[in-house]
Structure formats: C-alpha cells, structure tokens
C-alpha cells in the first residue's frame, strides 16, 4: 500500500470522470428515478472517498498509459530549479493552498460558534411546543435561537445543534414548517457533511470540479430533506409548504456579516432561484427523498465503482536502448540447470560454472525458493 504520482494522478482522474457523470445524469433525472436522492448522495460519498485515499493497493495492477502518457510523464518531470521538478512544486503549491483554505474554514466555523455562544438563549414556549410536536421519542432535542443575525432559517452544529430563526414574526404554521424542515437537516447530519464536502474543496482548491460537487451535493441535500418533509402531506399542505419556502426566498439574506458563515449551516434555501424552481418541481411531483430499493443499487454502484478505481493505475513504459545491452563474451545465464548453492562457514555462494558468487541470505533464500540445488560444503 503506497501513494504516488501515478496513484493521485489516476484518483484525480477518476474522481473528475464520476463527478461530471453523476452531475449530468443527476440533473436529467436519470439517477433521481434509479436511486433516488439519498442513492444519489451515496454516489457523491464514494467520490469524496475516492478523493480522500490516493493509494494503489498490493492487488493493483500497473498498466501502461501510452506515448502521450510517457510525454506527460516527462513534463511534468521537467527540473524547474535545482532538486525540484514541475510536480513536486505543483505539490508544495498544493500543499501550501489545501492549509490556508482548511485554516480558514477552521477559523469561520469557531467564529461562528462563538458568535452564536453569545447570543441570548430565549425560551419561546411557542417554538418549543412545535419543536416538541416535531420531534419523535428518545430524538435529542436542538435548541432554538432566535437572532437578527440572520434573515432566513437554518440550522448548525454537529455536536451542539441549533435551530436558528430570524427574529421576526412567523404563524404556527409557518414555524412548524421551519422547525420540521431545519430539523430533519440536523437528523440527517447534514451540517457535518456540507463540512466535510467543504474540507474536501479546501485540499482540492484548484479542481474545479469539487465545486461541482458541492453545488449539487448541497441541492442534493436539499432536495432530499424536502422529500422527507413532505412525504405525507397531501396536496393543500405540501402547497403551504412550498409558500413558505418561497416568503422565504423573496426576504432574502442581507445579513452581510451572517453570509460569511454561510459555509458552517444549513440554511432553508440557497440564493438561487433555479435552485428552488427545481426543488419546487420534485415536491410538486411528490418526488421522496429516500428509497431503499434506490438506496441498495446506488450502494452496489459505489462498491463496485469503488473496486474497479483501485485495480489500476497508468505508469509510464520505456524499452531499454539497445545499445546499452551488453552482448559480449562476460554476460552468460544463471538458472538451476546450470548452477547451485553451496553453503560454506555460515555463507552462501553461487557456483555458476564461471565464477563463484557470495549471496546475500535472502537473495539466497528467494533462489533456492525458485528451485536452486543447496550443497553443504
């Protein structure tokens, strides 16, 4: 088990050809119909481990990767300065870029959660008795934070989870809505996985197709909370729904110093009106955002997606000049027809009927292994 050039160079490939394949497959529908949305996020996962273990394993086979391969090979080989190449500079770049961009994620999330430590912890009885009506037996309960700080609803934390709700006044059913929805985000873990996709753009900064993956699998998120929300609600309640949602959208996010954190929460839309047309569609469609039977082919997809990604890596191939092969009177064969081994003091010795070798006790071992005769002298 090893990383190496050839081994993030084929993960990179990888990765890129799934994620633009799972992207355009996803927004035609194709794989919302097969898997389902939680299927699809399955999908998503696998590309984000995939992008997280660069390794070739012992059962990886190396292949070779062609004339342009070899060329490429030797670019990027190319010495810029004295002892550095062009890829072990990119690596220092890349190395030096994946720190700042974790550091500053680092950084805004203990921002934002010292920010919130700070705001004043009201008990609404209102908000906690529809959080109660929402919440279902043994669930751990969020807290609630009602704040100026922000203009729409959404939700943060992994460990401490909080609901945060504009300071502003909503209907019962408004806030039911609300609760129910920030809180099915919070069952699903959803805020450590928009952390985790967000850490996985940090060290992949200059990909540009990791913020492919995390544009739709932020909407992917989205799309499956909705289906989950709504999966029982009739015609006239799923309408309400989608009403608050949209009085939402259109009071927008001013809160200059809230969009910093935008990264750390879930919030109940992104600033995207395409975005929400299209979550609009699927609940309108009623269509859910879990399925085991999308959930188990999606599973089967990724394993064997998986297995395949690790069986081979390109390596780049050169034939030995023929000049440089020596053909004269002192190069001659060593097989076990023609030699054996003798043990002599301690010391193994090759008698090759030319000369006698001393070999090392394992090149020993590994030719009497391949058949060699052992002679105690």
């Known amino acids: 088990m090893q ?49 997280l273990i660069p390794i070739e394993l012992p059962w990886t086979k190396e292949l070779w990767g062609g004339e342009l391969y070899n060329w490429v090979y030797e670019v ?21 870029g994946a720190f700042f961009f974790l550091i500053k994620l680092t950084i805004r999330y203990i921002k934002l959660t010292k920010m919130l430590d700070r705001i004043p912890v009201k008990k609404d009885e209102r908000t906690e008795s529809i959080l109660t009506a929402v919440l279902k037996d043994k ?14 609803p959404c ?38 996985t928009k952390l985790l996709i967000n850490s996985i753009c940090a060290v992949y900064w200059w990909n540009p197709l990791v913020y492919l993956l995390r544009k739709d699998m932020q909407q992917s998120l989205e799309i499956r ?16 729904y989608l009403a608050v949602m949209l009085a939402e959208f259109k009071d927008n996010c001013h809160a200059d110093e809230f969009k910093k954190y935008h990264s750390s929460v879930m919030p109940l839309f992104e600033e995207h009106s395409e975005k929400l047309i299209e979550r609009f569609q699927l609940v309108s469609d009623r ?42 009177d002192i190069s001659y064969s060593v097989d076990s027809d023609n030699s054996y081994i003798a043990v002599r003091d301690g010391e193994y010795i090759l008698h090759t009927g030319q000369k006698e070798v001393v070999l090392a006790e394992e090149m020993a071992e590994m030719m009497i292994e391949e058949g060699f005769l052992v002679i105690e002298e």
């Open 225 to 240: 909370c909705d289906g989950q929300v709504s999966k029982k609600m009739d015609s006239i309640s799923r309408s309400n």
């Open 3 to 51: 990383i190496t050039i050839f081994s993030v160079w084929i993960t990179i490939l990888w990765s890129s050809i799934l994620i633009l394949i799972f992207y355009f497959l996803r927004k035609k529908l194709v794989l919302l119909n097969v898997c389902s949305v939680s299927g699809v996020l399955i999908l998503y996962i696998f590309c984000i481990i995939r992008l």
């Open 287 to 328: 269509k859910n955002g879990t399925s085991v039977r999308g959930n188990l082919v999606a599973t089967a997809i990724a394993i064997c997606l998986l297995m395949a990604s690790y069986s081979f890596v390109l390596q780049s191939q050169y034939a030995c000049p023929i000049e440089e092969i020596e053909t004269d």
């Open 155 to 192: 939700c943060v934390g992994v460990f401490h989870k909080r609901i945060l709700i504009p300071a502003k006044e909503y209907s019962d059913e408004e806030l039911h809505y609300i609760i129910l929805h920030e809180h099915t985000h919070l069952k699903n873990n959803d805020v450590l």
């Open 76 to 96: 990027v080989r190319y010495e810029v300065v004295s002892g550095i190449n062009i890829y072990q500079m990119f690596g220092l770049i890349w190395m030096a």
């Open 139 to 152: 669930e751990k309960r969020p807290e609630i934070v009602k704040t100026s700080a922000i203009q729409i």
